[in-house]
């Protein structure tokens, strides 16, 4: 096994940023009613300001798979390589732009770049790890020299009211579980390149660990599409109606998330990451950067409050977060997270930084340890 430095960062935000205010003109108005829970859910999540690959004359910039693209090539850019020698490409998001084929294939033809083994994993923010280990692992074990890995989300075209029609129009009482995600997910890729060695000048980042684990043994799913429900007895999916015509009348297709589920995995994840400060030995107080994905600045809070009970909080101003100005892009968020931090923080040799990627899709948690190595 050999070191793996991430020596490239790179992303893709579409668009210009959109406000608050503007919000409407772009995933469009279900009803008066909807819009003030909209304005609530923005008030909990925190963020000012995202990225849409929509436009407000309804027609679209990217694709998800050009977003992915484009930050590749960005992370490319950064690490000073050519895209055309890279031997492994590793994608994550949580729905391609096709049901068929897997969506790695689709950015290998927007990337344009000569043949090379790849990955595809769809999950939801934890995605983005897993796609990462891939490669790591890839480059650790000598199969590949040049890997990279993408998140990508295109969470907005979700969000247009024709996908909530008929189950949920301007007549039926605001629904929390669709609001929230309406009004707190959007667009935007990132990336990250893999090498055995680190850059000849300059940051670059050694991969220490990723680990991550599932709770689906505990939980069902939580944020989901594809069925009408989460409830056991009524989860039929998608696919099984008679048509998928059957399946969005009945409300199959909309994406939901149950928050009452999502807090019940708070404490699975704490004490995964407790589990974690044992094995390695660390110290919380070690880190000098930690980077935690929440979807709201309120959870990102109840997230603090439970760290602090347990005595393993890491000191607040180390933690690192771009929601407010970026949104919340899902599985690209870490790699957007990563992007900032190294090009806008003058970090120095031997810092440690960690990731931390919660997913309450069914309940996911995912970590990734990296040392700072300054080549300068």
Not at 4 to 11: A, E
Not at 22 to 46: H, P, V
Not at 243 to 270: H, N
Request: glycine letters at 8%; aromatic letters at 12%; proline letters at 6%.
């Amino acid at each position: 096994m050999t070191d793996v430095f991430i020596t490239g960062v790179g992303k893709c935000l579409p668009g210009e940023p959109v406000s608050n205010d503007e919000i409407g003109s772009i995933i469009g108005k279900i009803s008066d009613r909807s819009d003030s829970l909209g304005t609530a859910t923005l008030r909990k999540n925190g963020i000012k300001k995202r990225y849409y690959a929509l436009t407000a004359s309804g027609n679209y910039t990217h694709t998800n798979a050009q977003m992915a693209a484009e930050a590749i090539h960005d992370a490319f850019a950064h690490a000073k390589r050519s895209p055309d020698n890279a031997d492994y490409l590793a994608t994550s998001t949580t729905q391609g732009d096709y049901l068929v084929p897997g969506f790695a294939s689709a950015v290998h033809g927007e990337l344009g770049i000569p043949p090379l083994e790849l990955a595809s994993f769809q999950s939801v923010c934890a995605s983005s790890l897993m796609a990462a280990k891939s490669a790591w692992l890839a480059v650790r074990t000598h199969e590949a020299r040049l890997a990279v890995a993408s998140g990508s989300e295109f969470s907005s075209r979700w969000f247009q009211p024709g996908f909530y029609q008929p189950f949920y129009n301007e007549d039926s009482r605001p629904d929390p579980e669709l609001e929230f995600l309406r009004w707190t997910l959007s667009d935007g890729a990132g990336a990250v390149v893999f090498e055995p060695e680190p850059k000849a000048t300059g940051i670059s980042l050694r991969v220490d660990w990723i680990k991550q684990k599932s709770f689906a043994d505990r939980f069902p799913p939580c944020m989901y599409a594809g069925a009408a429900t989460n409830k056991a007895a009524k989860n039929q999916p998608w696919n099984l109606y008679n048509s998928p015509a059957e399946a969005y009348q009945a409300g199959a297709i909309a994406l939901k998330q149950d928050f009452t589920l999502l807090y019940k995995m708070f404490p699975a994840w704490v004490g995964y990451y407790l589990e974690l400060l044992d094995n390695y030995q660390l110290d919380p107080n070690g880190i000098d950067y930690f980077l935690p994905h929440y979807s709201a600045q309120s959870l990102g809070q109840e997230m603090k409050k439970l760290l602090i009970k347990t005595g393993a909080m890491i000191p607040e101003e180390r933690w690192f977060s771009n929601l407010v100005h970026c949104g919340n892009t899902g599985t690209a968020s870490i790699f957007i997270m990563l992007d900032e931090l190294v090009k806008a923080k003058p970090l120095t040799a031997g810092q440690k930084i960690l990731c931390f990627v919660p997913e309450s899709g069914r309940g996911i948690c995912s970590f990734m340890h990296l040392s700072v190595f300054d080549n300068n």
